[in-house]
């Protein structure tokens, strides 16, 4: 096994991170979180370059790169719940450029007559309030909603660039075309590799911006960084980033390859995302000291989105318990 | 980005498989057991030579030096296969994977001709004397003397953590011969064969059992050593240090992913505290392994990148002990049970078998302590990959 990106992955990486050096500066990021600026200039980017189209399966390992360039960029438009949590459950319902996500529980559908009557409220939706199509999962399926027929609210976060609403579909009545066919379980695997691919690159900037910070910060006399408890830190830091980056990386490597590890795959990388974001929240802040801790400071974007991805869709130990039944039940 | 080896990496895997289906010493031959790690019995000295002579020793090396020029992908597989069968290439692993390689690396024709050579065929073992009382993780600060006098260089000085010394023929010892130098750059490395006068070597037992004894204390008074001996240039001792060491870097990964995923194996979590543990320990596993195969991909393109190497090791040596910690927790008061059998029976690993929790704990310290402590590995990665300043 090589893992390791291969030069049409590298130039994709390096083409990605670029366009949002540029279209997603922290300034862009300061104006939505202070003065309420559209991202939606910027979606209309990310549609123009083709982003919106990695829906193949087999794009997987693609898709993963721009998710993870999107995490360090503190990505504000609704790409990573279109992608990943919409797509995959509702595959080829959207037209390229349409947002999406999904209601993962709370709903229940019931056959009538003409079709089916969708009920019941979520709370935590993801984009829920600014999608324009919404994957609903009940027991009967899965359903493509559009967005007008629900009421979304957006509630207030910690995470001031990330939209979480609350969604409630008040006997909402939709054809049996509306079932996608699509399997919730299939489909949690990229949720989950997104999130921790999400998690990773804000973690990359958190660790980046540290970085700077302990090489320019100078007290008694000497930067900070050159201090060993500074340093041990930083390197924890990285460590559980490597782990957690080829843990996601691989978890889309066994969706592309629909290997029969995706489960598990999907499960270890959201763990060690959350495992990762822990580590570097913690140091990341300390080592910051006071000048981490204000509003000014873009560190904040980068360690919020991380400990907000640490919290959907189940946390580290909850991903733990399914890794070790998982796991057991296929080796021992 | 591949889950798989290319066809011609599995074609070589499939060859050594069934060489070793058909030549595994059987549990009758392999009574007797290593003592040390320079101590191999007969039947493993004729397993080394067979290994040797069939080009599967070290499948890295060219035929003479008991390979077939196989890639580092090649190399990898090699020891997997191994693994699997739970037998080792040598018996004497320092003497293989770093005194030879040195010698091959830097020594004269001559040198590998009469000692690397017989070293490869465990006609002969070797120890290395590199650490010293007051040399350490510092080892630059080394002290132990050699002054030529005629053909011949004198030594004198102390050793210690030399392991094997005492059941080894020869020591690959470094020297500091230009006391005047900064400390860098006065080194030389010597063959001291160990039957020379003057060499007294003392072994000690460690923390694990007063029997397991391989540590040992290694005096050397007035010791003359014929100036052919030396390895490399004079004062190159440095140079040689790094690549002597690094010759098992590469891999060193993954003798703690295979530690790791036999404590998969081991540790039966009983609650869920221990499962939670036990998923850490599958995920340090997978994860050791995608980093270490990227690592492989990069010296398959003949680049090392040693402090890359360092995080390797950082993240398998603590996860190994964080995971044999939990087991010996999760076992309970029985963990103190000496010898306690948690492994499965296997006539070419008799070690394995036989350790309790508690002593697979305390085992683990070896991985975070040798070859360059978490401490000193923690300060390469923060200086030479985050790029952060000297103190």
Not at chain 1, 274 to 295: D, H, I, K
Not at chain 2, 165 to 177: G, I, K, P
Not at chain 2, 295 to 303: D, M, S, T, V
């Amino acid at each position: 096994m090589l893992f390791e990106f291969d030069s049409d992955q590298r130039l994709w990486q390096k083409t990605i991170h670029e366009v949002l050096v540029k279209e997603c500066p922290p300034a862009l990021i300061r104006g939505i979180a202070d003065e309420g600026a559209d991202p939606a200039p910027l979606w209309r980017v990310y549609a123009d370059l083709g982003w919106t189209e990695l829906t193949e399966p087999s794009e997987a390992v693609e898709l993963a790169i721009v998710l993870e360039e999107l995490g360090w960029a503190t990505d504000p438009t609704p790409y990573l719940a279109t992608m990943t949590w919409f797509t995959p459950l509702a595959p080829g319902v959207a037209d390229g450029g349409q947002t999406g996500s999904a209601v993962l529980d709370g709903v229940s559908a019931r056959r009538d007559r003409d079709g089916w009557v969708l009920s019941g409220v979520a709370r935590h939706v993801l984009d829920g309030d600014r999608a324009d199509r919404l994957a609903v999962v009940t027991d009967a399926g899965v359903f493509a909603v559009p967005a007008a027929d629900v009421r979304a609210t957006r509630v207030d976060v910690f995470d001031p660039t990330l939209h979480i609403a609350e969604v409630s579909l008040p006997g909402v009545r939709v054809g049996d075309d509306a079932r996608t066919g699509a399997d919730p379980r299939a489909a949690r695997d990229l949720a989950l590799t997104g999130l921790a691919l999400t998690i990773v690159g804000a973690c990359r900037r958190v660790l980046e911006l540290t970085l700077d910070h302990v090489r320019t910060r100078e007290q008694f006399g000497a930067p900070i960084g050159s201090f060993q408890a500074v340093k041990h830190k930083a390197v924890d830091m990285h460590v559980a980033l490597e782990r957690a980056r080829a843990l996601a990386y691989f978890a889309a490597l066994t969706i592309a390859a629909d290997d029969p590890r995706r489960r598990l795959a999907a499960s270890m990388a959201k763990a060690a995302a959350g495992e990762c974001q822990s580590v570097v929240f913690r140091n990341g802040l300390q080592l910051f000291g006071a000048m981490g801790f204000t509003w000014e400071n873009d560190l904040q974007f980068a360690l919020k989105r991380a400990v907000a991805g640490e919290l959907l869709l189940g946390g580290a130990a909850e991903h733990r318990a399914l890794i070790a039944e998982e796991y057991r039940a296929a080796h021992v | 980005m591949q889950l798989t080896f290319d066809a011609d990496v599995e074609r070589f895997r499939a060859e050594f498989a069934a060489f070793l289906d058909a030549n595994l010493p059987s549990e009758a031959e392999t009574g007797e057991r290593a003592y040390s790690s320079a101590h191999v019995p007969e039947w493993a000295r004729r397993w080394q030579r067979l290994l040797f002579d069939s080009g599967w020793l070290l499948p890295g090396n060219p035929p003479e030096f008991g390979g077939r020029n196989a890639s580092i992908l090649e190399q990898y597989v090699h020891l997997e296969e191994l693994d699997r069968r739970r037998i080792y290439h040598s018996f004497n692993p320092q003497g293989l994977g770093i005194i030879a390689a040195s010698l091959l690396s830097f020594g004269s024709e001559e040198q590998k001709r009469r000692w690397a050579v017989p070293i490869l065929r465990v006609e002969i073992t070797a120890a290395l004397g590199m650490s010293e009382p007051g040399a350490g993780s510092d080892l630059a600060s080394l002290r132990t003397r050699a002054v030529l006098d005629g053909d011949h260089f004198v030594v004198n000085g102390q050793k210690i953590w030399t392991s094997g010394a005492h059941d080894a023929d020869v020591l690959l010892t470094f020297v500091r011969t230009d006391p005047d130098a900064p400390k860098h750059k006065g080194i030389s490395v010597l063959l001291i064969p160990t039957d020379t006068p003057g060499v007294t070597r003392r072994p000690f037992g460690s923390l694990i059992d007063r029997d397991d004894v391989d540590f040992n204390e290694v005096f050397f008074d007035d010791v003359r050593v014929p100036a052919e001996n030396l390895v490399g240039a004079l004062n190159n001792g440095w140079h040689v240090a790094n690549g002597s060491l690094g010759h098992e870097r590469t891999l060193l990964w993954l003798s703690f992913a295979l530690r790791l995923e036999e404590l998969a194996r081991d540790f039966r979590p009983v609650d869920a505290l221990d499962r939670d543990a036990y998923a850490r320990l599958v995920m340090d596993a997978q994860a050791l392994r995608l980093l270490g195969s990227a690592a492989l991909a990069r010296a398959a393109r003949g680049e090392q990148d040693v402090a890359a190497l360092s995080v390797l090791k950082l993240l398998g040596s603590e996860a190994v002990q964080k995971a044999s910690e939990q087991a010996m927790e999760s076992a309970g008061v029985a963990a103190l049970e000496h010898p306690g059998m948690t492994a499965p029976y296997a006539h070419l690993n008799l070690e394995a078998f036989s350790a309790g929790w508690f002593e697979r704990y305390a085992r683990s310290f070896a991985g975070t302590i040798a070859g360059g402590t978490s401490e000193i590995q923690r300060t390469i990665v923060a200086e030479r990959v985050l790029g952060l300043p000297r103190s």
